[in-house]
């Protein structure tokens, strides 16, 4: 089959979808805004508000004369970046600089002599409101860019729960523990998953729970990422799997967790059931006029067969059997 | 790769003297010294900031039980190791010349399983570039998967120190099996991923990437054809992936992106039976009887051996067998994302993605010479092209409208549809013969053939295959086109309200319904030879050839499949209803707590193991007692139910953990916890087996079967601790373990049977993992380590029905000695 027939048609469709996209956002441009992250402000800090002037803005020096030690460690951090002329080509202004990015402006904290009230505290706010404040620059990526419909804040999760810009145990991501302790300081169960003996080398170090999961949230259930083409995420390393295949094992269909337990398990293979005949016979028993055919008769579980894959081996699908028996 | 002894044998030889060389090694160095790991502040120089470890060292492994069950489930064995070398790397004044951070990490170099090496450089402003390689050896030799049940009687006028239950050297013909895990292997896994993103803070943002995961090694597999045969195999997959994108962000607070992707996915596996170990007569070359081998139900044959370990000439069995091809996988993606928060009060988020993948296997052979006794079947040769494709579009979008300060309405909406058709033309060429040792009968067709065959060069020419009435054609060609596919709409719309800075809730409804659908065609040319040329698809009914059948002039039999129209595809609709509910609650700074929920309801299902309807809950806390003492609990309960008849599915896995935090002063902590795992599920299975419960019914719609209850149940407790204690400023103390155990339970088909079904194994076992260790600091800047793992792994002897190929058990003691160097 021609692997460019289709090719062709890719092109004009992308440029109606981006100019239909454009043309939406373009008739309705609204001139440049400014955040407003006034303490003060009765609404949520949207990023989409507008903000008053730099005046209420004094700069990162003036925070660090008295929050000095916090400073040292900040500028050892990729936030220091924000304090850098020029860097934030998109994000321009001193709302979008040092301590007062996330903090808010400072004038009305020093004049007060330090009064906390006077500038915003994440300590105090909800974790919708703390997470807008990091959503502001870092929403605009993919991997952040579902983070307000994830589950993670859906059960109020906030960002400074897994990151800390200031006390950083980790110098990259700025998380406040390594994973997958990070994580498994919440999911305990999920902890002792991985400590059975057929388990993911999670706790070794080779994978992490981000490779297969994304923390900020997107459109797959359980935050999972997908392999490319959007397929189920366990097929970016175990591609042999993925087909397509002449002869498809359809159960595929529901996902790999119909037959294996992703984590971890007491089973050999990470499979959902010690005894692979009695997984197999869960499904192929019924004789319906759609779904997996029954085992035939001829098929005495007492003779041969420890495992039906014995001699079913390409079991995850076969270009050259039917009944999966070779490759 | 070959089988070596293997099995039944429990105990190994102890490395002492090894290990009691370590344990003297760990004493010396030891001595009563401990050390305190400084913190690293690194060295600033040249207008970086350089912080560099290095740890290396020599690990000893002493290991008593099954090498096997070791290496699969640990693979950790003795030698020196690079355990990390970690470089940071950072501009003083955020203006270097190439580069303002770099950060590189490696572990585990020298011949552990799993090795990672990971790199990130960022120059601000214009270049983020990370790279990551992993490598990860995957040993699998656990003797309880696709194992035959072979009973320990050996087939009579077999040889002396044949034993059906053990692997025996291969260099000893007539006596070795693979009776314990034919199904082993021995790959390596690759992976390499690059990602280099320019300009990253620029209203045009570039994005090129590059991963690759290459998979290689021998295995082993096995394959029915008469018997089960063993098979060697050597896998060489390669995935290659390419990745353009661009970011355009010249909208305010509103990003559109633009990725094209190609995945080139390549597979060059190659099978041959190497275990022809069994002779058919003096003169001729060995043959490999397969793995089973039960006397009781005349596997592989009746009488498998005669006088003198001869193999019986009429038994199944290989004389040689290769299968070899190319199978190729292209796939270009494109998918358009876009994230705004342009308009007041709304996040959107949106991607679209379409793949147009081809599928195709190259160069097909697959060629057998031995005996199938069941057809004849003595020669035979496969070959044909296979052609696919895999076209999928998938549309994902989603928005947040924070209507108020507190109220916000969530609404995700998903669209999918992927199409799977492929085809698989088989040229099939096939020669027949009654005995292993009798060569076929060529027939010389003046009838068309709908492929061209090769005769073997041992043949009898001009002379009638002796075929069987089970016998296939003698030359077809099988056309096998199926097709599959899925359509998912999903909806979720939620209400999330903050009620206060301290309470928040949500409920929503999600909808998803999906339609999968397969359909499938074939078209069949064939030709039977005589004998028996009325066999197969021209079997005489009542006296009459079939449709499609036509009789030619030498005797044999023509096949064209008659053309039927496209039959209607088997359609299965699912519509799924959530209800998804939950709180979150932080009534003290110390204190917080979230409950989620998510009920389903379905009017199918698309197997009898999925859900027809499940309940979730999930209950998490945290209270932070003071500042020296942390508590955690976790509640997880999901009960599925599939309750239909002639299904009776049911399911549950409950969780119920704890864990606490203590650190009373900054140099002492303490972590511990608990957790209990209830697994259970059932469904109503349909089989036939010897030796089955007596008194079971019969399996409803399904002739000659029966039909019992499955039940699965696992109860798995999980005991973990974890302390750090710096003694004194140079010594600091480790230690801990993962504690595991599982008890539980699954159906024996054959409760009559000498030789269970159903095994122990690993549902009925115990799994502890302590360590032990000390850190000195020997002097500035150097660290002395010494770290114990221990590694035991128990099944549970008296456990019911436990296998003979068990104890799988092993008890591994691994000391590190490591010396690290950091600043």
Same mark, same amino acid.
């Given at each position: ?38 303490p ?14 730099d ?38 202004g ?18 007060g ?7 915003f ?15 502001a ?11 307000s ?32 302790k ?9 902890r ?9 080398r ?5 994978i ?9 949230g997107?459109?797959?259930?359980k ?17 042999d ?8 094992h ?7 967790t ?12 990470m499979?959902?059931q010690?005894?692979v ?11 319906a ?12 579980q ?16 076969s270009?050259?059997s039917?009944?999966?028996f070779?490759? | ?8 044998s ?39 900031n ?5 740890e290396?060292?020599?690990?000893f ?14 693979n ?7 355990s ?26 020298g ?6 090496s ?5 120059k601000?402003k ?11 050896q995957?040993?699998w030799?656990y ?26 050297p291969?260099n000893?013909q ?21 990602g280099l993103t320019?300009?990253p803070?620029?209203?045009?943002r570039? =994005? #090129? $990437?590059? *991963? ?7 295995? @082993? &597999? ?15 997959m390669?995935?290659?992936?390419? =990745? #353009? $994108?661009? *970011? ?6 509103t990003? @559109? &992106?633009?990725?094209?992707i190609?995945t ?16 058919? $007569? ?5 043959v ?25 000439p ?5 004389s ?7 199978t190729r996988i292209?796939?270009p ?11 007041k ?8 993605s ?20 069941r057809?004849n079947?003595s ?11 895999h ?43 009654s ?17 061209t065959?090769?005769?073997?060069a041992?043949?009898?020419l001009?002379a ?12 077809s060609?099988?056309?096998d086109?199926n ?7 999903t ?21 998803r ?6 359909n499938?065609?074939?078209t ?37 499949e ?22 979150w ?19 199918n299902?698309f197997t ?5 309807s499940y ?20 509640i997880s ?5 599939n309750n ?9 896995n409950r969780s ?5 935090q ?19 599920s ?7 087996a010897?030796?089955?419960e007596p ?10 079967l029966?039909?019992?209850?499955s ?24 230690g ?13 088909l ?9 095994v ?7 799994w ?6 000390v850190?000195?600091r ?7 380590r010494?770290?114990w ?35």
């Open positions: 089959m021609a692997a460019n027939s289709k090719a062709s048609g890719r092109v004009p469709l992308f440029l109606v979808a981006s100019l239909l996209i454009f043309a939406t956002f373009a008739s309705g441009q609204a001139p440049p805004q400014v955040v407003d992250k006034s003060q402000s009765a609404t949520t800090p949207s990023p989409s508000e507008p903000a008053p002037v005046s209420k803005y004094l700069g990162p020096e003036t925070c660090k004369t008295c929050h000095e030690e916090i400073y040292n460690n900040f500028v050892t951090t990729p936030h220091v970046a924000t304090t850098m002329e020029g860097k934030l080509e998109a994000n321009k001193p709302e979008w600089h040092g301590c007062e990015a996330c903090h808010g402006p400072g004038k009305a904290h020093v004049e002599g330090g009064d906390v009230s006077k500038i505290s994440f300590k105090n706010a909800t974790p919708k409101e703390t997470s807008a404040r990091c959503l620059c870092h929403q605009n990526r993919e991997e952040q860019s579902n983070y419909r994830s589950a993670h804040l859906q059960s109020g999760v906030a960002c400074i729960d897994c990151h800390s810009p200031h006390h950083a145990e980790t110098a990259e991501f700025l998380l406040k523990k390594n994973p997958p990070l994580c498994y300081g919440c999911h305990l169960d999920i002792a998953q991985f400590a059975r003996p057929f388990h993911h999670v706790n070794e170090g080779l992490q729970c981000s490779d297969c999961h994304n923390p900020h997107g459109f797959e259930r935050q999972l990422r997908t392999a490319v083409g959007q397929d189920e995420v366990c097929y970016k390393c175990h591609m799997k993925q087909g397509p295949f002449v002869y498809q359809e159960a595929k269909i529901e996902g790999c119909i037959c294996h337990s992703p984590h971890g398990s007491t089973n050999a293979r499979l959902n010690n005894q005949n009695l997984l197999c016979l869960s499904c192929h028993s019924q004789n006029n759609v779904g997996p055919p029954p085992t035939p008769t001829f098929h005495n007492a003779q041969k067969y420890q495992a039906c894959t014995l001699c079913h081996t390409a079991i995850h699908g270009n050259s039917s009944v999966f070779t490759p | 790769m070959t089988k070596q002894n293997s099995g039944k429990c105990e190994t030889p102890t490395r002492h003297s090894r290990f009691l060389l370590g344990v003297l090694m760990a004493g010396l160095l030891g001595g009563g010294v401990v050390a305190a790991q400084e913190e690293q502040k690194g060295i600033d120089q040249d207008n970086y350089i912080k560099q470890s290095v290396f060292g020599y690990r492994t002493d290991l008593n039980g099954s090498q096997e069950t070791y290496d699969t489930m640990v950790l064995q003795s030698g020196f190791r690079l990390g070398f970690t470089t940071e790397m950072r501009s003083l004044d955020q203006h270097a010349t190439f580069f303002d951070r770099l950060y590189f990490s490696n572990f585990g170099y011949g552990d399983p799993n090795d990672v990971q790199l990130r450089i960022s601000n214009w270049y983020s570039f990370s790279a990551m390689f992993r490598k990860d995957n040993y030799d003797s309880l998967l696709a194992n035959p049940l072979n009973p320990p009687t050996a087939p009579p006028n077999a040889h002396p120190n044949f034993n059906p239950l053990l692997n025996a291969l000893v007539g006596t070795s099996i693979v009776g314990v895990s034919p199904h082993s292997f021995y790959t390596r896994r690759n992976m390499q991923n690059y320019i300009l803070d620029s209203k045009v570039f =994005r #090129l $990437g590059y *991963d690759q995961t290459a998979v290689y090694g021998p295995g @082993f &597999s096995t394959i029915h054809q008469g018997t089960e045969q063993y098979l060697l195999e050597n896998d060489s390669h995935t290659n992936q390419y =990745r #353009l $994108g661009v *970011d355009f962000r010249f909208i305010p607070r990003t @559109f &992106s633009y990725d094209q190609w080139y996915y390549k597979d060059d596996p190659g099978l041959n039976d190497t275990n022809q170990q069994f002779s058919p $007569g003096a003169g001729l070359p060995p490999d009887l397969g793995v089973s081998f039960n006397v009781g139900a005349n596997q592989p044959c009746s009488n498998t051996f005669q006088s003198g370990g001869i193999v019986n009429t038994c199944s069995a290989y040689s067998y290769f299968s070899h091809y190319q292209n796939s993606t494109e998918k358009v994302t876009m994230q705004s928060t342009y308009f009060n709304i996040d959107l988020a949106g991607m679209f379409y793949t147009g993948g081809d599928l195709n296997v190259h160069n097909y052979q697959q060629n057998f010479t031995g005996l199938e006794s057809t079947l020669n035979y040769a496969e070959s044909g092209p296979t052609q696919g494709r076209v999928a579009t998938f549309a994902d979008f989603g928005a947040t409208w924070h209507v108020t300060h507190d109220v916000s309405i969530v609404d995700s909406f998903h669209y999918s549809s992927w199409k799977e058709p492929a085809q698989y033309a088989a040229s099939q060429c096939s020669y027949f013969s005995s292993l040792i009798v060569p076929v009968n060529i027939f010389s067709p003046t009838a068309t053939l709908p492929v065959c090769a005769p073997p041992a043949g009898i001009d009638t295959p002796v075929h069987s009435t089970s016998s296939g054609a003698d030359a060609l099988n056309l086109s097709f599959l596919k899925q359509e998912n709409l909806n979720t719309v939620e209400v999330r309200i903050d009620i206060n800075p301290k309470v928040g809730v949500y409920i929503g409804y999600e909808y319904h999906r339609v999968i659908a397969d499938f065609y074939n069949l040319s064939a030709v039977y030879f005589p004998n028996n040329a009325a066999r197969g698809n021209c079997a005489l009914a009542e006296g009459v050839l079939p449709m499609g059948c036509t009789l030619n002039g030498d005797g044999s039999i023509s096949y064209v008659p053309i039927s129209p496209l039959g209607p595809a088997g359609v299965t609709d699912i519509n799924e209803n959530h209800a998804v509910l939950g709180a609650a932080r009534p003290t700074p110390k204190l917080r707590f979230s409950f989620d929920a998510d009920i389903m309801s379905a009017n299902t009898t193991y999925s859900p027809l309940q979730e809950f999930r209950v998490k806390a945290n209270y932070k007692a003071a500042s020296w003492v942390s508590v955690s609990g976790n309960i999901y009960n599925s139910q239909v008849t002639n299904v009776n599915g049911f399911g549950h119920y953990g704890f864990s606490v203590l650190q009373p002063t900054e140099k002492l902590t303490l972590d511990l916890g608990y957790n209990y795992n209830s697994i259970y059932q469904v109503l299975i349909c089989f036939t010897t030796g089955s008194g079971l019914p019969a399996c409803p719609g399904v002739t000659g029966v039909q019992q209850l039940p699965y149940s696992s109860n798995v407790n999980t005991g973990f601790i974890d302390f750090s204690w710096n003694v004194l400023s140079r010594l600091t103390l480790h801990g373990a993962n504690l595991n155990g599982v008890s539980g339970s699954d159906l024996n054959t409760p009559l049977s000498l030789v269970p079904t159903s122990a194994g690993s549902l009925n076992s115990q502890y993992q302590p360590y032990g260790g850190d000195y020997i002097a500035k800047r150097w660290t002395g010494a770290m793992d221990y590694y035991g792994y128990h099944e549970n002897a008296t456990a019911t029905y436990q296998d003979t190929y068990a104890p799988r058990n092993f008890r591994g003691n691994l000391v590190m000695l490591s010396l690290r160097y950091a600043f």
